[in-house]
């Protein structure tokens, strides 16, 4: 019975991440067929390895074998089994596995953990750090068999305990693919070297624009952007789109919209391809009423500075003074109608 108490009061004591503990948290936990008399005996014996130590300025319990009302934890001697388990495990597990972090944590973390860390050493102590480079989903499924689990927060917060990242594991990013629609005849022109693509960042836009492609002569695709995604998923684009790797020019254009999101995802295009607004677009929605809200939102002065670059003098003023009401633009402002109309109407320059 003392042994069962005592583990059960040692397991308490490893989890709990305070310095201090009441003797009443202790007593609450027990199971109820303990006697007090054996539970005394546990603390005192606790008290007498160094355990607990009591504070005294908070008194005991007034009972016949009376005990502290609350004690500090010396968590050096809780933890010290757990500490050689650890100092066996360094020896024992690749030498790119870093332990270190779990002297810090909780003994429960390390339990929680032995399963993930027996798979990183096994695929270690096999081949040593991968010099291949794979993508997270095959690399996750190559060591830990479930191909998702390094994307997911405890695969993540796991390699951070382990001091591995990514690229020491030859992770590379693979993004994913674009979604859009092409004008076949633009893109079978072989008179056509440069050709013009218009991102649309909302999937409203994408969809009522994208039936209507053959009607104009301008883009050669229509791109849907899903928001930020798009800075990530254009890199792959030409590749997927079947164009030729420098035969021909590409140009970009863009229409998000008109809130700092929006203006701060084709800020980040602009760094990394070469892109310009579709104005017909930004101007046709600032004759719309704009709506109040959005403030979770934040702003880039830099990214809002240069998209102000733009627009004429007036068109400056009245962007300025919607986002100084906390004001904003939607592409949905336009009706599909206004929408279809100047997609349909664009016959020279795109951004004109």
């Given at each position: 019975?003392?042994?069962?108490?005592?583990?059960?009061?040692?397991?308490?004591?490893?989890?709990?991440?305070?310095k201090?503990?009441?003797?009443?948290?202790?007593?609450d936990?027990?199971?109820?067929?303990?006697?007090?008399?054996?539970?005394?005996?546990?603390?005192?014996?606790?008290?007498?390895?160094?355990?607990?130590?009591?504070?005294?300025?908070?008194?005991?319990?007034?009972?016949?074998?009376p005990?502290?009302?609350?004690?500090?934890?010396?968590?050096?001697?809780?933890?010290?089994?757990?500490?050689?388990?650890?100092?066996?495990?360094?020896?024992?597990?690749?030498?790119?596995?870093?332990?270190?972090?779990y002297?810090?944590?909780s003994?429960?973390?390390?339990?929680?953990?032995?399963?993930?860390?027996?798979?990183?050493?096994?695929?270690?102590q096999?081949?040593?750090?991968?010099?291949?480079?794979?993508?997270?989903?095959?690399?996750?499924?190559?060591?830990?068999?479930?191909?998702?689990?390094?994307?997911?927060?405890?695969?993540?917060?796991?390699?951070?305990?382990?001091?591995l990242?990514?690229?020491?594991?030859?992770?590379?990013?693979?993004?994913?693919?674009?979604?859009?629609?092409?004008?076949?005849?633009l893109?079978k022109?072989?008179?056509?070297?440069?050709?013009?693509?218009?991102?649309?960042?909302?999937?409203?836009?994408?969809?009522?624009l994208?039936?209507?492609?053959?009607?104009?002569?301008?883009?050669?695709?229509?791109?849907?952007?899903?928001g930020?995604?798009?800075?990530?998923?254009?890199?792959?684009?030409?590749?997927?789109?079947?164009?030729?790797?420098?035969?021909?020019?590409?140009?970009?254009?863009?229409?998000?919209?008109?809130?700092?999101?929006?203006?701060?995802?084709?800020?980040?295009l602009?760094?990394r391809y070469?892109?310009?607004?579709a104005l017909?677009?930004?101007?046709?929605?600032?004759?719309?009423?704009?709506?109040?809200?959005?403030?979770?939102?934040?702003?880039?002065?830099?990214?809002?500075?240069?998209f102000?670059?733009?627009f004429?003098?007036?068109?400056?003023?009245?962007?300025?003074?919607?986002?100084?009401?906390?004001?904003?633009?939607?592409?949905?402002?336009?009706?599909?109608?206004?929408?279809?109309?100047?997609?349909?109407?664009?016959?020279?320059?795109?951004?004109?």
């Amino acid at each position: 019975m003392n042994e069962d108490i005592l583990n059960h009061i040692s397991q308490m004591l490893k989890n709990h991440k305070l310095k201090t503990m009441e003797l009443s948290l202790l007593q609450d936990t027990m199971p109820g067929n303990t006697d007090y008399r054996s539970f005394a005996s546990i603390i005192n014996k606790l008290i007498d390895d160094g355990v607990l130590t009591p504070i005294k300025a908070k008194g005991t319990n007034r009972k016949t074998s009376p005990l502290p009302n609350k004690f500090t934890i010396g968590h050096g001697r809780v933890h010290e089994e757990h500490y050689q388990r650890l100092k066996r495990a360094r020896l024992r597990f690749h030498s790119s596995i870093d332990l270190s972090s779990y002297y810090r944590l909780s003994p429960a973390v390390w339990e929680k953990d032995q399963d993930s860390l027996a798979k990183l050493d096994a695929y270690l102590q096999k081949q040593g750090l991968p010099q291949k480079a794979a993508s997270l989903q095959e690399r996750s499924f190559e060591i830990f068999d479930h191909e998702k689990w390094l994307e997911s927060k405890e695969g993540t917060d796991f390699l951070a305990r382990v001091g591995l990242s990514l690229e020491r594991l030859s992770v590379v990013p693979v993004p994913d693919p674009c979604m859009f629609a092409m004008q076949s005849e633009l893109y079978k022109d072989p008179q056509r070297l440069c050709h013009e693509h218009l991102i649309v960042e909302n999937k409203t836009p994408y969809h009522v624009l994208m039936p209507l492609m053959h009607q104009q002569r301008v883009f050669t695709t229509l791109i849907y952007g899903q928001g930020k995604a798009i800075i990530s998923t254009l890199q792959g684009f030409t590749t997927q789109a079947g164009f030729c790797l420098g035969e021909q020019n590409h140009t970009f254009h863009y229409y998000g919209d008109l809130d700092h999101e929006g203006i701060s995802i084709w800020y980040s295009l602009q760094k990394r391809y070469p892109i310009r607004l579709a104005l017909p677009f930004y101007r046709a929605l600032l004759q719309k009423e704009y709506a109040i809200g959005k403030e979770n939102q934040r702003p880039n002065p830099e990214a809002f500075a240069l998209f102000l670059t733009n627009f004429s003098s007036q068109e400056q003023a009245a962007i300025q003074s919607m986002m100084d009401q906390g004001g904003y633009l939607p592409q949905e402002a336009l009706s599909a109608e206004e929408t279809a109309n100047i997609w349909r109407n664009q016959h020279g320059s795109a951004s004109s």
